[in-house]
Every structure is written in C-alpha cells, then in structure tokens.
C-alpha cells in the first residue's frame, strides 16, 4: 500500500506509560503515512501516571522507538512539551537525538497561514474553576476512561470497531462543554494577540477544527480514547483524521471537503 503523504502532523496527548493509551492505532497509522514535518504537542509520555505506577507495555516501547527514529527517515520532529511531560520544558530552545524541543512555536502552512503551536496547559489558570472543580474533573475523567475501556472491549469482542464512548459522553456534560468553551477563547485570544492567524493545541482531549471571529482553532486530540492526528497537506490544507480502525481510518473533518465550523 502507498504511503499518504503529509506536510505536516501534529500528535498530542499519547500518555505513553497510561494503561488507555493506544500505542497500537497510532504505530498503524504512522506506518501507513509519510511525514515531512512531525510536531508532538506535548503530554507524550505520561510521567504523572508512571510516577504512581510503572506500566510499560511492549506496544509502548515500540511506538517510542519509532517516533524516536523517525528523523533518520527524513521528518523533521519537534517536541513541545505539555503538564504531564513537564520536565522536559526545561530543556526549551536544546535539540536531543535530532529532535527539537520547544515550548511553543510558530508554523507557517503551505498557503501561508501563521500558526501559534503549544501543548495548552499555558492557560490552565484561565480555564480552570478552581482546585476542587480540578480534582472531581480529574476524577469524573479517570472514570469515563474505565467506561470506556470495559466498553469498547466488549464492543470488539462482539465484532464491532473501537468508538469514543467518552468523547460522546463529555460532549452531553454541560460543565465539560463550558471548560472547552473558555479554553478554545483562551488559545484564540493567545494567537490573536501576536497576530497571527490561528492555533494549534492539544491538552483537553477533543479534537475539533473552528473558525472563531476569523481565527482559527485546531486542536489534535489524544490517542487515549478519540485516538486523532491534525494533517497539512501539500496546498496547506488541514484536516483531523480519526484513526480508530487499523483496516480503516475514518475521517472526522476534511477542510478541503467541508467547510471549517464557524464559532461565533
């Protein structure tokens, strides 16, 4: 099979080390693309979760080896490091093993569109309503997870394909829409204010494409339950790709096919 090639991919929120993180969908979906330019929009390797347990699974050491060998393939790799792989912001501005880290970053599109690129916890005192609201969050998301786990393994076992059963369950909760409301602002008023035309984060777990007031919002997902990629192509444009299938991607949103969703 020909491999479908991308300017750019942006990965975020993989929680290599976190027992629902899908190293096996995004080793797939990295061996059926090539990549010219590859940014990992933080929250990569799970450092929170491993510091409370050490899970390591060999599907986890796979797709670290392959994201750490694919600057010998040609992509260009840069690494912005999010919350939960915070440690690794120190080392802003240095490069390890040809990839470059940054703490957030300006990318440029084909039809030349200038992004603002960053992981998004930078906003976390924005969007947050406090500690308590923080913690039950925390804590209603752990369990939606589990949901999800048990789910999708029966669903499978039945013969069906893997689906977010959190991500439609969050996108019915009042409070959860609200904080991805504030959120998306935050990172618009962020980009608006250097400039530029719009943004490119990660950090909440929703993949989603918007125009708001003229600037525009993307968000890359995670690979813990939407299991999603934001893509350029050749012409600059983006789309989000929903790879939950390992015999066939689904395609959430074409830009070049559909018009961007328009907040107001």
Excluded at 41 to 70: A, Y
């Amino acid at each position: 099979m020909q491999k479908q090639h991308f300017r750019t991919v942006w990965l975020s929120d993989i929680h290599l080390g976190h027992k629902d993180c899908k190293a096996e969908f995004l080793l797939d979906f990295l061996n059926h693309v090539r990549i010219d330019t590859l940014y990992l929009v933080g929250d990569i390797v799970d450092m929170w979760e491993m510091s409370k347990r050490l899970l390591w699974p060999e599907s986890h050491n796979q797709l670290l080896h392959r994201l750490l060998t694919l600057t010998a393939q040609g992509t260009q790799v840069i690494y912005l490091p999010g919350n939960h792989d915070a440690p690794v912001q120190k080392y802003d501005g240095l490069s390890f093993a040809d990839i470059d880290i940054r703490r957030e970053l300006i990318h440029t599109t084909a039809d030349g569109k200038r992004l603002l690129v960053l992981h998004g916890d930078q906003f976390d005192e924005e969007v947050c309503f406090g500690r308590l609201h923080a913690w039950i969050g925390d804590k209603a998301y752990d369990l939606l997870l589990f949901v999800n786990r048990w789910y999708n393994k029966a669903r499978i076992a039945l013969g069906g394909r893997y689906w977010s059963l959190a991500g439609h369950i969050k996108s019915k909760v009042l409070s959860a829409n609200i904080a991805m409301q504030r959120y998306r602002q935050a990172c618009v008023d962020a980009a608006v204010s250097r400039g530029l035309d719009g943004v490119v984060c990660g950090h909440i777990h929703h993949a989603e494409v918007t125009d708001v007031d003229g600037t525009l919002y993307c968000n890359d997902g995670d690979w813990l339950e939407s299991c999603c990629a934001l893509t350029e192509n050749h012409r600059g444009e983006l789309q989000i790709l929903s790879w939950t299938s390992v015999k066939r991607p689904n395609i959430l949103y074409a830009v070049e096919n559909t018009p961007t969703r328009k907040v107001a």
